[in-house]
Nanobody, 126 residues
Framework: QVQLVESGGGLVQAGGSLRLSCSASGLTSSNYAMGWFRQAPGKEREFVARISRSGGVTYYADSVKGRFTISRENAKNTLYLQMNSVKLEDTAVYYC???????????????????WGQGTQVTVSS
């Protein structure tokens, strides 16, 4: 049974930093590209970042480029999202997701990801 479990969310002040983790079980993470998505209150879920199987290729939403960094440790089956210089608008539930395909064009599309975590809340305060 595949499970993705996010952790590391919480309350952070604007301008601060936070690191999210996503632990995968029931799959070999090196066989999957991984992504982070987020959903703010009253809004649809949106793409944040994606990383290739080896970690050599990354994609970011324009809204987080230069502030967030996605990385992975395949030996630990773990995905990370380092969030720096956070803003109020980064407040959301953050989800990790796994994609077995090679969707280097449609990487921001939710439906290409087969497995999802339950999410972790990130709240940015002023």
């Amino acid at each position: 049974q595949v499970q993705l479990v996010e952790s590391g969310g919480g309350l952070v002040q604007a301008g601060g930093s936070l690191r999210l983790s996503c632990s995968a079980s029931g799959l070999t993470s090196s066989n999957y590209a991984m992504g982070w998505f987020r959903q703010a209150p009253g809004k649809e879920r949106e793409f944040v970042a994606r990383i290739s199987r080896s970690g050599g290729v990354t994609y970011y939403a324009d809204s987080v480029k230069g502030r967030f960094t996605i990385s992975r440790e395949n030996a630990k089956n773990t995905l990370y999202l380092q969030m720096n210089s956070v803003k109020l608008e980064d407040t959301a539930v953050y989800y990790c997701a796994a994609d077995r395909g090679f969707n280097n064009v449609r990487y921001a599309v939710e439906t290409v990801y087969e497995y999802w975590g339950q999410g972790t809340q990130v709240t940015v305060s002023s």
